[in-house]
């Protein structure tokens, strides 16, 4: 087999190896069948062997300017080539510009920062925070969420994926979500609120340090609040003392046609987590974001939470390029733009495919719910698992060159922000495709 020349590996081969002597995530290793991927430009990437696929779900819903662009490519090269690395006590150029940038486009006065390796320990770090600046312990958190693979953030995490580490870190209590599934829909916000003021007399609001939750919800179903609900939630938390720590890893940095997510309801937390988007995965970098006076409860008492690669200068560096990039190519304004017209082409599915049982999105951060019965709305694949169909509509996607996200019964449509209208038609004329094969079969 012949290769281009980006690796001196066949696709085959890459895969072999990878396979042997690396362990992939959240599989069982037989089970795991990746595709080698040697190059990407904008929303495109190869395999060695030249194959194309048009990247729906920017990678792990992270590389939001796109793949492969020059400018933070230089950023990064000229970072490295001056000062790869400086420990966490030392001051650098990178960390202050990106401080400063953040303290400008975070919401309300969100202002000061702790850089971490990714999302997870972004988390991790906003529940010592909390709970070193309330003095209480008990975290909230929802079920349908995802935080972190690690062990506080899986503890908050309510989806499967908390299940086989169990019992987690102590004092965490799950809240139910707005939404319930195709079947029984979503509750009004008033509903949801009076549940969780409910939850909250019920564990003691004194003993509750912080209510965790993810804007818009991510991996868990791109679950948009109903109106009302986080304006709600904010005066929950502040008529109790708790603080509200939205998790943006993956709906901020334009993801929903906003710098962040919570922007669209003019809330403003008291802590805000986030990563991926940040350097749009071109380098490790993860963030918490804290209001003022939570940081000025830290000028005379020790935080105690620290990171080698904390500040990192790659990592600081790429996210002043990557935002750069945001702003100079509009790229918020496109998603929202593009997020218009994916509404459209979601919408032309549902009323096509009579398998589509629920679509949404915000902005270019979508996704389709399948089900078997369009009438009793069974989902296509049981919670938490898959079926026949699934794993042909994955196999057919990867047929026909669309990489893209398949989880028990959902897809995503998360593409890089900077993909244009005729792109998003490429890529929805796959999926149109795609289903029309699944309901032959
Ligand atoms: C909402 C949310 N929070 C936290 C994380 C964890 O981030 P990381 O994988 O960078 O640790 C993720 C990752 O997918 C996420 O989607």
Redesign the pocket.
Known sequence: MTTTAETSMTGAEIVELCRKHTFFEWSAQSAVDPIPMARAKGVYFWTPEGKRFIDFNSQ???VNIGHGDERVIRAIAKQASTLAYANPFMATEARARLGAKLAEIAPGDIDVFFFT???????ENAIKVARAYTGRHKILARYR??????AG?IALTGDPRRWAVEPGMPGVIHVLDPYHGMARGWDTADEALAMLEEIIQLEGAHTIAAFFL?TV???NGILVPPDGYLQGVRDLCTKHGILMVC?????GFGRTGEWFAVNHWNVVPDII?M??GLTSAYI?L?AVGMRQPIADHFRDKVFYGGLTYNSHPLGCATALATLGVLEEDDLINNAKRMGRVMTTLLEELAATHPVVGAHRNIGLFGIVELTKDPKTKEPLAPFGGTSEPMKQLGRIFREEGLYTFTRWHNFFTNPPLSINEAELREGFGIIDRALTQLEQI
């Open positions: 792990l819903m992270c390796n990714g999302g997870a320990d972004a988390n969420s995802y935080h972190g693979g690690t953030a993810e919800t991510g991996t998790d943006e890893v993956m709906s987590t990563a991926k490790p993860g």
